[in-house]
């Protein structure tokens, strides 16, 4: 019959794309190490497995962008590859997934990733959820308006109502500048991106744009006629890297990775690669927080 | 358009057609004009006319041309991907969900004298139970965005334990509510056939399944084809939604080349063009294959054809995004 | 489930934005249908191929796309969508009048979008009067715009109310994309929020908003098949 040959077709299609669909992740393996690593930890089975998937952002310059070329790039990005790299799993077999702000506690807790590098900053209602390694940078919330706009000058400059402020949906920066504006109906202006935020404020639809120093920095940096920051930063944003609530030794592993590059080098390097270029300076190591 | 055109008014004579000539060429240099000021004017004052920021897009010799369109290609093999492989499970799921109905509703009627009393009345409960809970969900699944639905799978699978790939977040979420809408829309045609069908076929001693599945079923394939197609391009426009869970269709892609280029209004242009090829495409195919198999047969009588265009406005008019 | 009770202002809040957004999209759709509709069957050749352009375009772009036009284009032409802020109005669509102009962006993607479907739906509705009224408007000397608005309209309203509640429907869903463009507060996004930056439990809120919408399409699909059932039988 006509119709069991259409759907035999159909049914063959459909394999065939899924396949397709699924099947195009990874290369060829360029070089793993075997690491010894105690039985039974996540160490242990990541580096047997030789593969990890890492949560981080597409849309953060100079943290994590996803480009041209198809691949993040940034200093999350960095800091995450060593972090492979001392698991023994080489750059290739990283499965990198878009982490945006709202769904990171949701993917470490399912298991969609095994980290998340991804301007994570830590708090204790986080840590209901999920556990911190780090901190690895401490950045601060901060504003940024427009070139020729001084009116604004900090978070204050919100509580007579009439400035507009954007920010990303689900973000702790959203829920800080919200205590500071007086009417959230009609100053404050969600977009599920910062670019988003970013163009509103070039087309003078908002006035400030708020996040942290580093995510101003980056869009500053790429069009430094037209941002400027309004003061200086007035949270402080330690950034670290999330994992399962109760790995403790994970969390040990990485701790003692990041006291090691913050001394060796390799810490200052992936930031002078990076946001670096941005005119952003490092600052001091951060201390890890081990709780 | 033809007819209408003609109903409507007398076919023109020599001064109509002077007047319906000048009338034209004034309407015309009037848009011009419109489009000159209102939009040219104020875009090329911002500088968005630029090879700067057209340049990737347009100019080989550009240094992220090469690597922009293979971002975007891969853009599009995904939504492709995603699209065809919600228009097959959306059919069969919706189809079989279709079937489903028509035969809950004949067995619901049922009265099933053979059996003791509490037995019938027990199975009468049942077959009620499961037609109003498989009304309920289709009520419930057509009323919902689908928005909300890719949200609820994207967000709601995972936390019952079940992880999946993006792409089938994305499938699934597509499907529960396209298949419930063409579920409706098989059934309504299925129902607008005249009864004399259904008489027949019970006359000649086939049961409900087999009326449905080799005489109902096919025709309302046949008469409902445009509202199906209109829903089929509904689906390809709906995969654009999977940004809201992070898949990287043609959309997500345009935005991460926005985040390097910083060129969004020549991106979404490009992108908008795109779209409406390839949806324009599918449109006009989907009509000649009409053509094609009504070529062949004659179309049902006055009613059903009467009740086919009136659902299948109804479907075409508009289901969703 | 506490989160119902506790956050029912939020729930509440954006079902009420929700309402505000397919309200006024909806008058401004049907208006803008109704004019592409006359578009599309007037006898000059340039407002014909307008009106065509315009549905062609409209219906096959996604509205991802048109929202992001309305929310980033209209900025670069200049505009803040002012002339939408019209007094009497905003008192009662209290978004309207803000300086925020995400709230009318969306209200002009939205009836922009829906106004296509909505042109396609009324001239259905005109198709499906007997081409023999408007004939016999024709032999009485009456003129196109006589024919029209007198013998071919009024008919067609019968025809065309269907699709044009099914549209209608669609556009309610629809709305739930304007909460990803800059729109704080209204359904979709709340439960965005909810879930996300405050961390409540997925189900509660998910039958929370889930009921939101549907109080909003579920009537009006049971009318309209209760009035697609009386034409068929009419018939």
């Known amino acids: 019959m006509r119709i069991a040959r259409i759907a035999a077709i159909a049914a063959a299609a459909t394999l065939a794309l899924s396949a397709a669909a699924c099947g195009d992740k990874g290369g060829e393996s360029t070089g793993g190490e075997q690491k010894d690593f105690a039985a039974g930890t996540t160490m242990e089975k990541l580096n047997k497995a030789q593969k990890i998937k890492i949560g981080t952002k597409f849309d953060q310059p100079g943290f994590g962008q996803k480009g041209l070329s198809g691949k993040p790039e940034g200093f999350d990005v960095e800091v995450a590859t060593i972090i492979a790299s001392e698991l023994g799993i080489p750059e290739d077999k990283i499965e990198w997934v878009e982490a945006p702000s709202k769904t990171r506690e949701d993917k470490i807790v399912n298991g969609d990733v095994d980290l998340v590098v991804a301007t994570y900053t830590i708090n204790d209602k986080r840590k209901e959820r999920v556990a911190f390694a780090g901190p690895y940078y401490e950045a601060g919330q901060n504003i940024m308006v427009r070139k020729d706009d001084s009116t604004i000058t900090g978070p204050d400059s919100f509580k007579d109502g009439t400035k507009k402020v954007c920010s990303a949906t689900g973000s702790t920066p959203a829920e800080e500048i919200k205590k500071y504006v007086k009417d959230v109906a009609s100053q404050l202006v969600l977009f599920d991106t910062y670019d988003k935020c970013k163009d509103a404020l070039k087309n003078k639809q908002v006035d400030a744009v708020t996040t942290d120093n580093v995510i101003l920095l980056g869009y500053i940096a790429k069009d430094e006629d037209s941002f400027k920051m309004a003061g200086d930063n007035f949270t402080k944003e330690p950034y670290g890297i999330g994992v399962k609530k109760d790995d403790t030794e994970f969390r040990n592993f990485i701790n003692d990775l990041l006291e090691k590059i913050f001394t060796d080098g390799r810490w200052k390097k992936a930031w002078d690669e990076t946001a670096g270029k941005f005119g952003a300076k490092l600052g001091e190591a951060p201390t890890v927080n081990r709780y | ?321 | 489930m506490s989160v119902l009770i506790d956050k029912f202002d939020v729930f509440a809040g954006g079902f009420w934005l929700t309402l505000q957004i397919c309200v006024l999209a909806g008058t401004g759709a049907l208006a803008l249908g109704a004019v592409m509709a006359v578009l599309r069957i007037s006898p000059l050749p340039p407002l014909r191929a307008v009106g065509t352009a315009y549905v062609t375009i409209f219906r096959n772009v996604p509205l991802t796309v048109v929202m992001f036009f309305a929310a980033f284009g209209l900025p670069a032409l200049g505009s803040n969508a002012n002339f939408l802020r019209i007094p009497v109005l905003d008192s009662v669509f209290s978004r309207l009048g803000t300086d925020l102009p995400y709230f009318r962006f969306a209200v002009i993607a939205l009836a922009l979008y829906t106004a296509a479907f909505v042109c396609e739906a009324l001239r259905s509705g005109v198709n499906a009067v007997p081409p023999g009224q408007a004939e016999a408007a024709r032999s009485l000397g009456m003129t196109f715009t006589q024919n029209l608005r007198h013998v071919v309209l009024p008919q067609s309203w019968k025809a065309a109310a269907v699709p044009l509640g099914s549209v209608i429907i669609a556009m309610i869903k629809n709305s739930a994309l304007a909460g990803f463009f800059g729109v704080v507060g209204d359904l979709a996004q709340s439960a965005d929020q909810l879930t996300s930056a405050e961390g409540y439990p997925f189900v509660p809120v998910a039958i929370g908003i889930s009921i939101g919408y549907l109080i909003m399409t579920v009537p009006l699909g049971l009318l309209l098949d209760r009035m697609e059932r009386r034409q068929a039988v009419a018939r």
């Open chain 2, 1 to 321: 358009m033809k007819t209408e055109l003609s109903v409507l008014y007398d076919a023109p004579g020599p001064r109509q057609k002077k007047i319906t000539w000048i009338g034209s060429i004034l309407t015309l240099v009037a848009l011009l004009a419109a489009a000159y000021v209102l939009v040219y004017r104020p875009l090329d004052a911002k500088g968005q006319f630029s090879m700067e920021l057209w340049g990737p897009y347009v100019a080989p010799a550009n240094e992220n041309f090469d690597q922009l369109w293979d971002r975007l290609g891969f853009g599009l093999r995904q939504t492709l991907a995603a699209a065809v492989l919600a228009i097959l499970s959306s059919l069969i799921f919706g189809t079989l969900l279709a079937v489903l109905r028509v035969q809950l509703r004949s067995v619901v009627r049922r009265t099933y004298t053979g059996f003791n009393l509490p037995v019938a009345y027990l199975l009468r409960g049942l077959s009620w139970t499961l037609s109003a809970v498989t009304r309920f969900c289709v009520e419930v699944f057509r009323g919902l965005p689908v928005v909300i639905t890719i949200f609820f799978v994207g967000r709601g699978f995972p936390e019952f334990g079940i992880s999946l790939e993006i792409l089938w977040y994305l499938v699934i979420g597509l499907t529960i509510y396209n298949g419930v809408v063409i579920a409706e829309i098989l059934r309504s045609g299925m129902e607008g056939l005249p009864g004399g069908q259904r008489e027949a076929a019970e006359a000649l001693g086939l049961s409900p399944l087999q009326t449905t599945r080799m005489i109902l079923l096919p025709q309302s394939f046949r008469i409902m084809l445009p509202a199906l197609i209109s829903q089929i391009v509904v689906i390809l426009k709906d995969t654009s939604l999977g940004f809201i869970i992070s898949y990287e269709d043609t959309l997500n892609i345009a935005k991460q080349i926005i985040g390097v280029l910083d060129n969004p209004i020549q991106t979404y242009v490009v992108i908008g063009t795109i779209f409406i090829g390839v949806n324009y495409s599918l449109s006009k195919l989907a009509q000649y294959v009409q053509h094609r198999l009504a070529r062949g047969r004659r179309t049902s009588p006055t009613r059903t054809g009467a009740a086919g265009t009136e659902l299948e406005t109804e479907a075409v008019a508009g289901t969703t995004t």
